[in-house]
């Protein structure tokens, strides 16, 4: 039996930033995004939100609440197509933490 070695990751389409919402997956963690869009017919703008389930490498530490970068990447299982790249902003409560 041979062992397969992992490919890396590479980024290839959108890059988005947004908030973690949930970190309970494996190596996993849940980014919401909040999306506004003009909409001419009525002359206002409409607020929606989209979640996205994206892949954590092994050096990088997210926690809830902080603010990250995510890159579209290869289909890495059904749900999962996007990889974390950086912690763009740490939550507060990590903060208090420190100190």
Do not use: C
């Not at 869009?37 to 206002?44: G, H, L």
Request: proline fraction near 4%; aromatic fraction near 8%.
């Amino acid at each position: 039996m041979t062992k397969q070695k992992n490919k890396p990751l590479t980024v290839r389409g959108k890059i988005f930033e947004g908030r973690v919402t949930s970190t309970k997956m494996p190596k996993t963690v849940v980014v919401e995004r909040n999306i506004f869009q003009y909409v001419p017919k009525y002359e206002r703008y409409k607020k929606t939100r989209s979640k996205i389930k994206a892949h954590v490498p092994e050096n990088i530490k997210v926690s809830e609440g902080d603010w990250v970068r995510i890159g579209e990447t290869r289909k890495i299982s059904k749900t999962k197509s996007f990889l974390v790249l950086e912690v763009v902003k740490k939550s507060k409560e990590e903060k208090n933490e420190s100190h």
